[in-house]
Structures are given as C-alpha cells and as structure tokens.
C-alpha cells in the first residue's frame, strides 16, 4: 500500500470530512465555552486560529511518522 493514493475519491473526503468534523468539535469546546454572544471575542478568535493550526501541525507530523512506519515495513 502507497499512503493515499490507495484511497478512492469516496474514501479520502470521507476521511477529510471527519478530520474537519474532529477539529471543529475539539476547537469549539476547547475556546468557545459558551455561545452567549452572537459573535467571538478577540481571544475566542485567537484561541480557535491557535487549536486549528496545532491540529494541523499536528496532522502533519502524524502522517509523517506514518508514512515512514510504511516505508519500513
């Protein structure tokens, strides 16, 4: 097996969509405790840009170690 490119279209936005479903979930209830107000505060705001791109960094990293735990194997 090659990573993604042995996942059909279906597959790999089935995955993309729970990845983004995930990341939503845990950023809301991580920075956004309640939903008082009809828009975000500033550190609402900061606190969602900083969990989303930890939980892509994050992503990335993983699928690194993955890719090379396949190679080895």
Not at 13 to 27: D, E, G, P, T
Not at 32 to 57: H, M, T, W
């Amino acid at each position: 097996m090659n990573g993604s490119a042995d996942l059909s279209p279906q597959k790999m936005a089935k995955l993309n969509s729970h990845f983004i479903v995930s990341m939503q979930a845990v950023c809301l209830k991580k920075c956004v405790p309640d939903f008082k107000q009809a828009d975000l505060s500033g550190g609402e705001k900061n606190c969602v840009d900083r969990c989303i791109a930890k939980y892509y960094a994050t992503n990335d990293i993983l699928g690194r170690l993955f890719a090379q735990e396949r190679a080895k194997a």
